[in-house]
């Protein structure tokens, strides 16, 4: 019995070496290709701004911003009021709410399950429930935040227009 005891202690432990293990190597992986991809991206702009055609680059530059200027000429852009602001804020509103209903059927349904009998299987179930719940809820968070945020600037441009007129 102690025996049996002592090697589930092991495994536990290891178990949990094994996965701070796999986590801290996915994380290494994940660093290192990020800045793989930004020192590739930033020796082909070191590269570019190099290179003799300076000409080329600065033309195509001044291209695009007169295409742009042109775009902004055929459709000039409207002045946004608090109707608008309003507006998407209740757009967002909906959102959250929806995000809210799905996330407390989903931790309703999943806090139903049983949990497996073996210690890895229900450690493992236990991890999952808990991104996919925060996960869910985080997003219901963020519509949330953004629609009081929206709410709150809309008042305060019923409260203070002046603040909010464009200058020109």
């Known amino acids: 019995?102690?025996?049996?005891?002592?090697?589930?202690?092991?495994?536990?432990?290891?178990?949990?070496?094994?996965?701070?293990?796999?986590?801290?190597?996915?994380?290494?992986?994940?660093f290192s290709r990020l800045l793989a991809r930004r020192a590739s991206y930033?020796?082909?702009?070191?590269?570019?701004s190099r290179n003799e055609d300076d000409e080329l680059?600065?033309?195509?530059?001044?291209?695009?911003?007169d295409a742009k200027k042109e775009r902004a000429g055929e459709s000039p852009k409207e002045k946004k009021g608090p109707k608008d602001v309003f507006t998407n804020a209740a757009t967002v509103g909906g959102i959250f709410v929806v995000l809210y209903i799905?996330?407390?059927?989903?931790?309703g349904y999943i806090s139903s399950l049983a949990l497996p009998?073996?210690?890895?299987?229900?450690?493992?179930?236990?991890t999952l429930k808990t991104i996919i719940l925060g996960m869910s809820y985080l997003a219901c968070f963020i519509y949330g935040?953004?629609?009081?945020?929206?709410?709150?600037?809309?008042?305060?441009?019923?409260?203070?227009?002046?603040k909010h007129k464009e200058e020109q």
């Not at 930033?42 to 570019?48: I, M």
């Not at 935040?145 to 002046?162: C, I």
């Open 1 to 30: 019995s102690l025996h049996s005891f002592s090697f589930s202690l092991l495994g536990l432990e290891l178990s949990k070496l094994g996965g701070s293990s796999l986590l801290v190597i996915v994380a290494v992986y994940g």
């Open 42 to 48: 930033f020796s082909k702009v070191k590269l570019a």
């Open 57 to 65: 680059l600065s033309r195509s530059i001044e291209e695009a911003l």
């Open 102 to 107: 799905i996330s407390s059927n989903l931790d």
């Open 117 to 126: 009998e073996q210690y890895t299987v229900r450690q493992i179930s236990v």
């Open 145 to 162: 935040a953004n629609a009081l945020g929206l709410f709150l600037l809309g008042v305060d441009m019923v409260m203070n227009p002046e």
